[in-house]
């Protein structure tokens, strides 16, 4: 009987090794959630080059734990709030209803100014129904709400896309689902405001003491 060689197992990818990845791969498929302003990335960018360095210069340990703890923490932040599923019959929309699903929350970095520190907006999902309630009642101004956060986010921040969504169903039609899907656009008002910050080594506080939690290598931690 000839003898079978077994497939060696595939190696899983560091975070250090997702981070140093191509750009496209960190926004697009790691965090798709996340929505970056330009300083933003360009943060995110000067942090993956300072692990490539520790990591060049012999401290390949510091770095992977530097980059898990990173990685960690965006990873939260792209599922924050989970996804939500929306009922169309209840917002008056998908002809006889249908269920749409949409994240709760969009989550977007920018740069926070300290070292290793980023900037966070979340914004939360707006119910369709409020939405044409809110068009209703202010005809011509559909956007006033918004006007101000998105100036901030697209004309100063430069953030790299759009908050709003588009998200696909099947309506239901004589009580079953149809074949074809329909569409609604999915948008997004600010919440709260906070930042993912990294405070050191253990031994420092670069931005915020986070006392015997420094003993723990919690090198980056979220705030509100």
Known sequence: MAATLE?????????????LGSDYTIQHEMWSNIHWTDRGIARLQHTIGFLKGLSMCGKEELAAEL??????????????????????AEEGRGYGGGILKTPAYRVVLSDDGTFGGFGVLWYRYVSVKKWREHCEKNPGNENEGWQWWQQRLYEE????????????????????????MDSEVIRYSYSMNGGL??????????????????????????HT
């Open 157 to 180: 921040g430069k953030c790299r896309k759009e908050l709003d969504l588009h998200r696909y169903y099947y309506p239901i039609l004589d009580g079953k689902e149809a074949e074809r």
């Open 67 to 88: 980059a898990e703890s990173l990685c960690s923490n965006l990873a939260w932040l792209n599922d924050y709030g989970g996804i939500v599923e929306i009922d169309m």
């Open 7 to 19: 497939e060696p197992p595939v190696k899983q990818a560091t975070a250090l090794e997702k981070l």
């Open 197 to 222: 910050l990294f405070h050191g080594f253990g031994n420092q506080t670069f931005s915020v003491d986070l006392g015997q939690a420094m003993g723990k290598k919690t090198f980056w931690s979220i």
